[in-house]
């Protein structure tokens, strides 16, 4: 029995700690810190800066966001009415719905199993859903079609069947897609050579070629170039020296950043 009751005691601090840190991840989240250290989302800190693994990341995420609107759902955590999962399970259904309707929800999900909770939100199987399963010297997609998208992709198919099969015809659009963001018209004669990208031809300066704008992004390596920023999601061309302050589309103003930072940057 003395066990037991230490683990009773050890379980109850459990809560109390996992109470706390949502509170601390809520502050992170409205003083949006972790942009300064080079996290572009609350996500991004909690897997590179916090060391989470993605699913319990979105767990922590999701009860965050939720707990901004519905702060009670915090205390039904600690008490063991409501769960990370049956949270997390629920923020996606939620999101939109104004927070009269997500407290009335989230009462309805107290005490109920994981099982029950998913039940709770069953939805028709979407119009277009891939699902991928990466393994060792592979990944396998499955992917899944009405049939009139899948009318469409047999018309395609047929009119592509002198050169394709449907796998050749799915890389060949792939590789078409990528090469609209290689920088393939300019050439040097001189292996040194800075790029010379000439005057611009538009006065506005917010308004960047697709050649100078794909050299920009290959430069940066189509990641984000804040310092310590990882993303390679919602990537910017940024003007360094502001539009606003006279910055031009030079290629030596242009950096690459993603959307938060690129805000957090003002």
């Known amino acids: 029995m003395n066990i037991h009751n230490e683990l009773l005691e050890l379980r109850k601090k459990e809560k109390r700690i996992t109470s706390e840190i949502l509170n601390k991840l809520q502050e992170m989240e409205t003083s949006r810190q972790y942009l300064e250290m080079g996290h572009h989302s609350l996500f991004d800190y909690l897997v590179r800066g916090l060391g989470y693994s993605e699913a319990t990341a979105y767990q922590r995420q999701a009860c965050v966001r939720l707990a901004k609107e519905v702060p009670e759902i915090k205390q ?5 009415s409501l769960t990370l999962s049956a949270v997390t399970t629920a923020f996606k259904h939620l999101r939109n719905k104004p927070v009269a309707a997500k407290r009335k929800v989230l009462k309805s999900m107290e005490n109920k199993s994981s099982r029950e909770v998913k039940a709770m939100f069953l939805e028709p199987t979407p119009t277009l859903k891939i699902k991928k399963t990466e393994y060792a010297d592979k990944v396998h997609l499955r992917l899944e079609l009405t049939h009139e998208q899948n009318k469409s992709l047999e018309k395609l198919k047929a009119l592509k069947s002198h050169k394709h099969n449907v796998e050749s015809l799915l890389m060949d659009l792939i590789e078409k897609e990528l090469k609209s963001y290689e920088n393939i018209q300019w050439k040097s004669s001189k292996p040194n050579k800075s790029k010379d990208f000439g005057a611009p031809r538009s006065k506005n300066p917010r308004q960047i070629s697709k050649r100078l704008r794909n050299d920009v992004l290959e430069n940066a ?12 999601h919602f990537l910017q061309i940024d003007h360094i020296f502001p539009v606003r302050k006279g910055g031009r589309q030079q290629r030596n103003n242009l950096q690459v950043l993603c959307s938060n930072h690129n805000r957090h940057k003002g």
């Open 76 to 80: 039904k955590i600690d008490q063991g």
């Open 221 to 232: 390596n189509y990641k984000c170039q804040y310092p310590g920023c990882e993303s390679d």
